[in-house]
């Protein structure tokens, strides 16, 4: 089982990215997916989590700004950033509570796409 991220880059300040993270292998399900962003000498931080049913979960930081979205069927979850933040640069980790066809689930996670925010 794999998490690879896409869509990382240098944007300016009030720009928008938007982040896609796909899983692949031997999946029998996916709980909870979501995004973590570590920026330079700063630990590990939630950004945002979506259930497979149910309401999403924002930082107070990016709440109105970033919204989060999956599609069960690809196996895969998304991150819009509008309206980005020179606070908001960071690498961008996907994680994803998955089962696997020959195990109990565990937390899966990306190895991480850069965001900065600059003018």
């Known amino acids: 089982v794999q998490l690879v991220e896409s869509g990382g880059g240098l944007v300016q300040p009030g720009g928008s990215l938007r982040l896609s993270c796909a899983a692949s292998?031997?999946?029998?399900?996916?709980?909870?997916m979501g995004w973590y962003r570590q920026a330079p000498g700063k630990q590990r931080e939630l950004v945002a989590t979506?259930?497979?049913?149910?309401?999403?979960n924002y930082a107070d930081s990016v709440q109105g700004r970033f919204t989060i979205s999956r599609d069960n069927a690809e196996n895969s979850v998304h991150l819009q950033m509008n309206s980005l933040r020179p606070e908001d640069t960071a690498v961008y980790y996907c994680?994803?509570?998955?089962?696997?066809?020959?195990?109990?689930?565990?937390?899966?996670w990306g190895e991480g796409t850069p965001v900065t925010v600059s003018s």
């Open positions: 994680n994803a509570n998955i089962r696997p066809t020959w195990g109990y689930a565990m937390d899966y």
């Open positions: 292998g031997s999946i029998f399900s996916i709980n909870t």
């Open positions: 979506i259930p497979r049913y149910g309401s999403t």
